[in-house]
């Protein structure tokens, strides 16, 4: 895995055809917030901020993984998500 792969995939991402659920948005939202800035450093937002409070809980469900294995992790996904849209 290199970071040329990690930022073709970032890329990559942007052109897929079909829709990404709300699951997998938090899914690549949290691989890439570990690949690019490790654990979750934030203060939990208020509940009344759901979409932040959502996107907080996902990055920081991941807490504890490496960079390396987040940017694995999101260039699979990627990768899977590719293969579902050519099926």
Do not use: H
Not at 7 to 36: G, H, I
């Amino acid at each position: 895995m290199s970071q040329v792969e990690f930022e073709m995939a970032c890329a990559a991402v942007k052109q897929l055809k079909n829709p990404l659920s709300d699951q997998e948005k938090l899914l690549m939202y949290s691989f890439y917030k570990q690949a690019t800035q490790g654990d979750c450093n934030l203060p939990v937002p208020p509940v009344s901020e759901l979409r932040a409070k959502a996107k907080w809980e996902a990055w920081n469900k991941i807490k504890g993984m490496s960079k390396m294995d987040a940017m694995r992790n999101y260039v699979a996904k990627v990768d899977e998500l590719k293969k579902n849209e050519a099926a």
